[in-house]
């Protein structure tokens, strides 16, 4: 999905479930847009309804799995209260933890695409070509 030019995720094909490629000019921005591809692929492009605001923080072992927990906990806030990321901002992103400011937003309505769980396999991030990209597959 690009916005502003620039290209934010894609997701790729994978059986029964959905690819995602996550890019950024940095671990912290790929970070961010994550959260905004989850909120484009649960929610389309329904408005959200303004729900406040989360610090979230996690502590993990490394930075893989920092994501792996980041996308687990955004599902979460979905499956427990309905809402999603409306504009996230990571405040700190360390080797071992993550401290984010989250808006978040009432989804109105069923799901775009439901997704049961985020999964490690195909977990991934990596430099490639000077910019960051992140891989992950989405339980459907």
Do not use: C
Not at 53 to 81: A, C, H, V
Not at 83 to 110: F, M, S, W, Y
């Amino acid at each position: 999905m690009r916005e502003d030019g620039v290209l934010k995720y894609r997701t790729f094909p994978t059986t029964a479930d959905l690819g995602l490629f996550v890019y950024g000019e940095s671990p912290k921005e790929v970070f961010e847009n994550l959260a905004y591809a989850l909120r484009r692929i649960i929610g389309g492009r329904k408005t959200l309804r303004p729900s406040g605001k989360e610090t979230l923080t996690l502590k993990y072992p490394d930075l893989e799995t920092g994501l792996f927990l980041w996308s687990s906990e955004l599902l979460f806030l979905y499956d427990s209260r309905g809402v999603l990321p409306l504009k996230t901002k990571i405040l700190k992103l360390q080797p071992r933890a993550l401290k984010a400011e989250v808006n978040l937003g009432k989804l109105q309505g069923p799901p775009q695409i439901y997704i049961k769980a985020i999964t490690m396999h195909r977990l991934q991030l990596r430099k490639i070509r000077g910019r960051w990209r992140a891989s992950l597959v989405l339980d459907l």
